[in-house]
């Protein structure tokens, strides 16, 4: 993963500049400037616009009884949209524009939540981790459960700790 953002970091820039030397010596250095300030300043417009718009259609879903999965996830394509369109360059703008277009951006959030959705379903069953601290005759205790195993996997495994507050002796947590 570090890989793939020291290239990212490295070569987003570079082409960046290419493209901008290259849009310069057709257009001229000014017009060039000007066209990056000016996607800059439409792109924040434009990201503020349909920010709101998505958090009303949020406060909507909210009050119907309904997760917002779809407008919270389009929410965060939002604000990456508008991200690439404060970076200066014209294939991070044209990417952001492209976050920004209702459609794209619709089924961009549908393709990630299904795409969720399934990879919990894969590994549902895997691995529950638990943590709590409950108060007992002889003081507080924290309990820490892992439950572990496949679903088909019998019987399930149960790792447990427990760390007492108040004194050094150990306890075993209760099943339940």
Same mark, same amino acid.
């Not at 070569?11 to 057709?26: A, F, K």
């Not at 996830?73 to 200066?88: A, Q």
């Not at 638990?130 to 459960?145: K, L, N, S």
């Given at each position: 993963?570090?890989?793939?953002?020291? /290239?990212?970091?490295?070569?987003?820039?570079?082409?960046?500049?290419?493209?901008?030397? %290259?849009? @310069?010596? %057709?257009?001229?250095?000014?017009?060039?400037?000007?066209?990056?300030?000016?996607?800059?300043?439409?792109?924040?417009?434009?990201?503020? &616009?349909?920010?709101?718009?998505?958090?009303?259609?949020?406060?909507?879903?909210?009050?119907?009884?309904?997760?917002?999965?779809?407008?919270?996830?389009?929410?965060?394509?939002?604000?990456?949209?508008?991200?690439?369109?404060?970076?200066?360059?014209?294939?991070?703008?044209?990417?952001?524009?492209?976050?920004?277009?209702?459609?794209?951006? &619709?089924?961009?959030?549908?393709?990630?939540?299904?795409?969720?959705?399934? %990879? =919990?379903?894969? =590994?549902?069953?895997?691995?529950?981790?638990?943590?709590?601290?409950?108060?007992?005759?002889?003081?507080?205790?924290?309990? &820490?459960?892992?439950?572990?195993?496949?679903?088909?996997?019998?019987?399930?495994?149960?790792?447990? %700790?427990? /760390?007492?507050?108040?004194? @050094?002796?150990?306890?075993?947590?209760?099943?339940?």
């Amino acid at each position: 993963m570090f890989k793939v953002f020291f /290239l990212l970091f490295l070569l987003v820039p570079l082409i960046e500049l290419y493209v901008l030397i %290259e849009v @310069g010596s %057709e257009i001229g250095a000014l017009p060039t400037i000007l066209l990056t300030i000016l996607t800059a300043i439409v792109g924040a417009a434009l990201m503020r &616009h349909q920010g709101v718009a998505t958090l009303q259609k949020a406060q909507n879903s909210l009050a119907q009884g309904q997760v917002p999965a779809t407008e919270m996830m389009e929410g965060m394509l939002i604000f990456l949209g508008g991200l690439f369109l404060l970076i200066p360059g014209l294939i991070t703008d044209a990417l952001g524009f492209l976050l920004l277009i209702p459609p794209i951006r &619709h089924a961009l959030a549908n393709k990630i939540i299904a795409q969720r959705q399934a %990879e =919990y379903a894969r =590994y549902k069953g895997q691995v529950y981790e638990a943590e709590w601290t409950e108060q007992t005759e002889d003081g507080i205790r924290h309990v &820490h459960v892992i439950q572990s195993g496949s679903p088909k996997a019998e019987p399930d495994v149960i790792e447990g %700790e427990v /760390l007492d507050d108040d004194s @050094g002796s150990d306890k075993k947590p209760r099943p339940k």
